[in-house]
């Protein structure tokens, strides 16, 4: 008879059950703050305040976006070729992507760094690293082209790059992966400790020109040199880099290369390396690697081979370079606005150090060293410590400055921002982001006088951020206003391959300077047809030269015979349009390359070898005006021993004067 | 005679003995997980025979912190368990069968025992998987073990661990617990139905055990000032005369401060009406005291000032508003006049 009374008293039991899950933890939702739509909005027709350059990862491209509105305005294609506009595909821009390895088509672009005057951000150039095939890359803000890249010898895996000096007197490149160099590099790989070696690379910067020159190369022990950052004011004369598998392994690092409590900060001083170049003290070395560099008067690369190094021995040539020891793998390596404290964050570490020049210098003068590393010294621990921020959070990677003396840092592991005070190392905020954060960014962050304002964290996984779009998803970017005293954010977006680190300037330092197109009387192409007139086409051997123009909406000539097949068809388009975003397109059936785009007053090779008899449309793919659909051609396709003549021409009827045969 | 069991007691014997045949099929536990960038969530399912949920991805991450790989085949328990679910029900049912209350204490002594052993198995190798770790692994940190909670919650780096029972689990507790309640039947039973032996006092043990573990998620949230921020305007809640607070179901508190805010908030449709399980009122008085938005007394004064201007203070007692009545002046208000 108790026995209802009984059971139903075990209910609340199952109550229990089905509640206890609401006393679960909740994470911490997404606040966004109602004026958040007002921050990020630049009405239609307006500009953004900041251009965001942000590097594509494997991609190999470099993606500009405008902040705060995160609107994608451009891709630069750098490490990539870019069928969308023939970037490697066109004969003037294939010697950009040539190596000592051959033309090679892709890279992997991870870092970006402003070219800089006085500590800050001058809008002249943006340089750019290639990890895979070790390169450095030099953009002209003024049209937003590759101008330049340059291999790095002796290297590989090229991610310690293109950092700055505060003048760009250097960009850095350092090897990632240490690979044999010299002569013998047919070795056991399991004698890494003893023939594996890493290089540290100073690449001078033309200040006019902008032109690089591999000035001087460390070499350095068999180790992992992860990510630098030059010196500021005071420490002028330095740069830092972070070093990981101190270890020296080569195999499973992921748990070889995290055995030891702490790796290293490598602090060069560069004048004092170039005072040994200017006493002679390097070594001439024999290396092959290629300059490749675009000559705006001819709109065409040019590559060259390169075939020596400088190099400077750091156990031979002494107070060159230090280490410093940091707590388990170092991956950021920061140096703050007032260029006395370096921020590293060991990636495993429970900490970040932060390192005290002024100490640092000290402890060098007193010779306060615990030994050395294959013949460096390596500075005490504590004599350059200048603290510890404690309890930061999780996988702390990257640290950006706001110049009001706060640092911030993303934390991989517990998908965050950390926002924390300089001077007391105290930990100020923490705002999530959505997840796991690699690299952050203040505009300016990384110079002297930080512009600060806005924080964009550079996401790895996005998951249910966006509609999804099958396994593969874009990488996420959050915009966080950081004018106040907490973060707030107030923007998500998607973005382009995978950013790493990224950059932004103030957008009138680079638009008032932004070419608008080019002049056509200063182009000296060598297959210019600089009016219709001066179109032709021209048969040498098997290649043949079509001089073509495009002009809304025609090609001249728009028709042309006397191609053979065995033939090599070069269509050297110039876009004769003198304004401002006329560009014109170029394709032909069968191509087995890309398609061009010309801008106006340029001139553009497409080059096509036809392999079937038949007659092949031409057209314009970019659209130019009313009658785009209209801008189209043939040309025809003869068999290997036809005697038809080279023809060619626009408006056959009148065939007299505009179709002429071609003078051999 | 005596010997014999109660109908009661062989009810529930049976009712215990073929629920616990779902234990068998049924998750016993479950370790749920989650982290910033496992916004789904990863959850560990511990069956009577296996492991089952997200074990690949969980020995996936557990590498790096040198944690042992989870697998079903280097667990004993799980070849025995089965059998010893099989046992218990068989003898169960033996039980109510040969009715014999001597057999029936010594079933559920076996049980209890059993689930005794069991909790403290897990525990066991809990505490193996969380302390012996591989020496080599890339990320150590210092005095951290990662041995995942009994049951409840716990922060294990990035993750948040939460260990509580499955449907299986929750099986075995109810048949456990309808045991335990059979048991002490029979025992007041043989003693008579002597008054002072009723069973309530177990029961109200029960009770109070169950109530103090539900406990977590009942009341509103302290409104810590100068720390938590508006849920609504963002800005830190400063004025301890001035706090409001939204309790939802699932025990989640969103706070403000100003009426105004928190009117806002409800209208906004943030939170779906339903969901809302109280609205409290920090006591003007600014004695911290958190009132049931029932069980006060709301004043409305220009002069008052309040952050955002909505004006509004709550009192416990009339008394109370009378006393701040003659500086403010205003007006006695009520929750339904502000809220339309």
Known sequence: MYTFKQISCSIPLIVWALTFPACKPRNAATTISSDAAEKVYVQPGKYDELYNFVSGGFNGQVSVYGLPSGRLLKL?????????????????????????????????????????????????????NANNTPRIARINLATFRTEEIMEIPNSAGNHSSPFATENTEYIVAGTRFSVPIGDDQDVPIDSYKKNFHGTISFISVDPASGHFKLAFQLTMPGIDFDLSHAGKGPSHDWFFFSCYNTEQAHSLLEVNASQRDKDFIMAVNWKKAEEYVRQGKGVKKKASYSHNLLDEKIHTANSVTETEVLELDPVALKDMVYFIPCPKSPHGCDVDPSGEYIVSSGKLAALIPVFSYTKMLKAIADKQFEGDYEGIP?????????????KPGLGPLHTEFDGLGNAYTSMFVSSEVVKWNIKDLKVLDRAPTYYSVGHLMIPGGDTKKPYGKYLVAYNKITKDRFLPTGPELAQSAQLYDISGEKMKLILDYPTIGEPHYAQAIPADMISKNSVKFFKIEENQHPYVAKGEKMAKVVREGNKIHVYITAIRSHFVPDNIEGVKLGDEVYFHVTNLEQDWDIPHGFSVKGAANAEILIMPGETCTLKWVPLKVGVYPIYCTDFCSALHQEMQGYVRVSAAGSSVPILYGTNRKDADTTLAPSSK | MNSKMSGTARLITCIASMAMIFVLFLPIWRIELSAPQYPEGLVLKIYADRIGGDVDIVNGLNHYIGMRTLHTRDFVEFIALPYIIGGLIS????????????LFYGWISLFLLIAVISMVDFYRWEYNYGHNLDESAPIKVPGMAYQPPLIGYKQLLNFSAYSIPDKGGWIFAAAGGLLVLAGFLEIRKRRNYKAHHSPVPALAALLLILTSLTGCSSGPSPIHYGQDNCDNCKMTITDRRFGFEILTEKGKAYKFDDIHCLLDFIRSGRIPKKDIAGIYFADFSGNGQLLGQQSCYLLKSPVLHSPMNGDIAAFASLDSMNKYKKDLQGQLVSWKDLYR
Do not use: C
């Not at chain 1, 088509?105 to 006085?118: G, I, N, R, V, Y």
């Not at chain 1, 390596?378 to 404690?390: D, F, P, R």
């Open chain 1, 76 to 128: 630069i294609p750098v490490f990539s070729v870019f069928p969308e506009n023939g970037y490697g595909y066109s004969e003037e821009t294939k010697p950009m992507l040539n190596t000592s390895h051959g033309f090679v088509p892709w890279d992997d672009q991870h870092h970006l760094e402003l070219s800089q005057t006085d500590g800050q951000a001058d809008g002249r150039w943006l340089f750019a």
């Open chain 2, 91 to 102: 003898i169960g049912l033996l039980v109510a069968l040969v009715n014999r209350r001597r």
């Open chain 1, 378 to 390: 390596v500075i005490k621990y504590e004599s350059a410590l200048y603290g510890e921020v404690q």
